[in-house]
Each structure stands twice: as structure tokens, then as C-alpha cells.
């Protein structure tokens, strides 16, 4: 099974960028659907986007779509991004990137493989 780690959250103004990256210890591309979460202060863990295993469809929360890109290096085979533009203090959070050998799905219990998160602030 494949180790997940994720980098690259820290303070942001609202309006700003930030770009996620999830490294495997494995070949991600081909074996894995992937998937980014996240959880607000007090929230339950919520979907954010994911990518199949094979084809590279991807999927969005509504509260993601026009302002997220996720994108897999289909070069090293293991690493995942999330660029994450016009912040707004709603995104503030932990980031989890998760993995799944079948398809991408909204719900995390189907999800058994994990990264211990990253923070993502977003000043207003």
C-alpha cells in the first residue's frame, strides 16, 4: 500500500494561491484513484476533488470547481497537485490527500489510505 504524505499548505491572504502536493510511496498513476479532502475547524471531513485510477477524470466539490485544478505527474508516476486559487477564509483547513484502489468517491470511509494532512489558513 501505497504512503501518502502532503506539503505545501501555509497562510494565505484571502485572493491568493496556494499549490497542495501529495508524494507517494508508490506508482500512484494506473493503481490509485486519488482524492484531496479536507477539514474545517469544527466539520467533518469533506470532498474536495479527485482523479481516477487510468483515464485522468477528475471530479470537484461545487465549492471547488473554477477556482481548483487538480493534476497528476504522469512522469514520476506518484505525486498529485492541488492548485487551489482565490481563497476565501471557507477554505481554511486540513488538506488529506487519500487513495483508493477502485474509484474516486465523495465519501471518506471509502478511503483506507491516508496522509497525516496540511494546513491551509486563509486571512481575511
Known amino acids: 500500500q501505497a504512503q501518502l504524505v502532503e506539503s505545501g499548505g501555509g497562510l494565505v491572504q484571502a485572493g491568493g494561491s496556494l499549490r497542495l502536493s501529495c508524494t507517494a510511496s508508490?506508482?500512484?498513476?494506473?493503481?490509485?484513484?486519488m482524492a484531496w479532502f479536507r477539514r474545517a475547524p469544527g466539520k467533518d471531513r469533506e470532498f474536495v476533488a479527485g482523479v481516477s485510477r487510468n483515464n485522468n477524470a477528475t471530479s470537484y466539490a461545487d465549492s471547488a470547481k473554477g477556482r481548483f485544478t487538480l493534476t497528476r505527474d504522469n512522469t514520476h508516476y506518484n505525486t498529485m497537485y492541488l492548485q487551489m486559487n482565490s481563497l476565501t477564509p471557507e477554505d481554511t483547513g486540513v488538506y488529506y490527500c487519500a487513495a483508493n484502489r477502485y474509484d474516486v468517491k465523495a465519501d471518506p470511509a471509502q478511503y483506507k489510505q491516508w496522509g497525516p494532512g496540511t494546513q491551509v489558513t486563509v486571512a481575511s
Open positions: 508508490a506508482r500512484i498513476v494506473g493503481n490509485y484513484a
